[in-house]
């Protein structure tokens, strides 16, 4: 035979060995959308590859991390992968049974919604069919906004005498509690019981002023009913969105802890952790950044039975307390301001000796922010000759349609520099009296107020006060406008002042777009009796 023959015949075959002993890198990533179209790694599921080529040859079989991510090392060669468990997602079962080819050096197969078959979620066992939608709606009563001076939460009702489990960094060293259950029902709440080491607070409602509510059924067995890769979701007020459901995987497990993606934004934080079954295993909290910390339902049961005991007298009034208006200031009047008025700041001034108030409308606010904005823009057509056309930028405009019809007041202490710089005073609390009634405050906020040297250090820490107002509570019908303000060093005796009648008119102006927009809403609403 030719030698040349010979040798091609020995390369063919080095080449057809070579090519059955080559290794292929063979990776998996499974992903699905849900219904808000946000991508969900699917954890821990099971993977099995069948060669087909050879089908004696073992199953080979491998699962995913929290990432929704397996990899392998495959031969050349046809497969076919299975998922020997559904994936429970959203009310829906999900497998998949894909025929591959593995070749070349490196492959990788994308799983999700697209190349899956989907059905019906079967029923558990305890009847619950597991749908997302079918529980929020079964669940959301169970869910409350928690308010207190230094912010907002979440909580949910854990027993029919009106409590509410929440977070103690929600609620604590505050004089003012309140909780909303809807946008229109908001009542005060006052505080049974509290744990800071774990983060726990268990607040009282009169459950009168919410007939709607549910009980959040408590899981018997707290963490040891959920497993590492379950899914779980929550619902509660992020940012202050009313009762948001939010999904999530648990990732850690540990004795005092149970961690997961879900996201716990502010607002959330005091909310349910919920099973596929309705059942409250945890509580959520907002401390951690990245990842959620759910506290074990089970370190919460003494402090709701200590709770039980204190229910007695009077419950909390169920008089109904202001809530945010469920509309905003109208967006083309705040342009409009931005591009032919000049901000005057005098008329929202107050000195009161120690403090100095400011009261801050919509359009104060708006055109606080934009005015270095439009200086600019003006300079701008000054140097281009023509000053017709000086406009605000894109995201301002937008921006004009974010602002709720609201009047805030910032008292403010003052700092003196005498012997060292420290403030005056610390603010307290403070009350809105018009015709000599007072005004409720929508939400009475007090925060921490940081004095700095010239070196940016902290040189004295005090409280300052925020409180928000609707816009009636500034009206000429009043007759006088005063305020008064309780400090650090005589919270018994007010420092009192009456709003010069110019403010109260300014502040009322500032609001009439907004009364004109709100009544021709309110006449173009069809009557309830109409067909």
């Given at each position: ?20 002993d ?98 019906a979620?079967?029923a ?18 169970s ?36 909780v ?14 509290a744990?800071?080491?774990?983060d ?54 540990e ?20 099973t ?11 401390l ?5 910390k ?12 200590e ?74 057509a ?17 921006e ?23 403030f005056k ?12 009634k ?23 820490t ?32 007010p ?6 009648a ?14 004109k ?15």
């Amino acid at each position: 035979m030719n030698k040349r023959i010979v040798w091609a015949l020995v390369l063919v075959l080095a080449s057809l060995c070579a090519a059955q002993d080559q290794i292929v890198r063979f990776s998996v990533h499974a992903v699905l959308v849900d219904k808000d179209l946000n991508q969900k790694p699917v954890p821990r599921l099971a993977l099995a590859l069948k060669p087909l080529d050879t089908p004696s040859a073992q199953e080979i079989t491998l699962k995913t991390g929290f990432d929704g991510k397996a990899e392998t090392r495959l031969r050349p060669g046809k497969y076919r992968l299975t998922t020997p468990q559904a994936t429970e997602f959203q009310g829906k079962s999900y497998t998949w049974s894909q025929e591959i080819v593995i070749s070349g050096t490196e492959q990788t197969l994308e799983l999700s919604n697209d190349n899956a078959t989907a059905s019906a979620q079967a029923a558990s066992a305890t009847g619950d069919s597991g749908d997302l939608t079918g529980l929020f709606d079964k669940l959301k009563n169970s869910v409350v906004t928690v308010y207190s001076e230094r912010g907002l939460g979440s909580g949910f009702f854990v027993d029919p005498a009106g409590l509410i489990l929440t977070n103690n960094h929600v609620v604590q060293s505050s004089d003012y509690l309140a909780v909303q259950f809807d946008e229109k029902r908001k009542v005060r709440a006052k505080l049974l019981a509290a744990n800071p080491d774990k983060d726990i607070a268990v607040l009282w409602a009169n459950p009168s002023a919410f007939p709607e509510a549910v009980m959040a059924p408590l899981s018997a067995k707290g963490a040891s009913s959920i497993a590492v890769g379950e899914r779980v979701f929550t619902i509660g007020n992020p940012f202050g969105h009313d009762k948001v459901l939010t999904t999530g995987v648990i990732s850690k497990i540990e004795p005092d802890s149970i961690t997961s993606d879900l996201s716990v934004n502010h607002g959330n934080s005091g909310g349910p952790l919920f099973t596929l079954k309705g059942e409250v295993a945890g509580l959520t909290s907002a401390l951690l950044q990245k990842l959620a910390k759910i506290i074990p339902i089970e370190d919460a049961q003494p402090l709701i039975a200590e709770a039980r005991k204190k229910v007695t007298g009077t419950p909390p009034s169920t008089e109904l307390l202001p809530v945010d208006p469920s509309d905003k200031f109208p967006a083309e009047f705040l342009r409009t301001m931005l591009e032919t008025e000049k901000l005057e700041r005098k008329p929202y001034e107050l000195n009161m000796d120690q403090f100095q108030v400011w009261f801050i409308t919509p359009v104060l606010n708006y055109m606080a922010r934009h005015q270095q904005e439009m200086a600019a823009a003006r300079k701008a057509a000054e140097r281009k000759g023509d000053t017709s056309q000086v406009k605000p930028g894109e995201t301002t405009l937008e921006e004009a349609q974010s602002y709720s019809p609201l009047v805030y007041i910032y008292v403010d202490p003052k700092y003196s520099r005498m012997w060292s710089v420290k403030f005056k005073n610390g603010f307290q609390r403070m009350r809105l009296l018009c015709g000599g009634k007072e005004v409720l405050p929508v939400h009475p906020g007090k925060g921490h107020y940081d004095l700095h040297d010239q070196r940016g250090r902290t040189v004295d820490t005090t409280f300052r006060g925020v409180y928000t107002y609707l816009p009636d509570a500034f009206s000429p019908s009043c007759g006088t406008v005063a305020l008064e303000v309780f400090s650090e060093k005589e919270p018994n005796t007010p420092i009192t002042r009456v709003v010069d009648a110019a403010t109260v008119e300014r502040i009322w102006a500032d609001f009439e777009p907004y009364r004109k927009a709100h009544t021709q809403s309110a006449l173009s609403q069809p009557a309830k009796n109409s067909p």
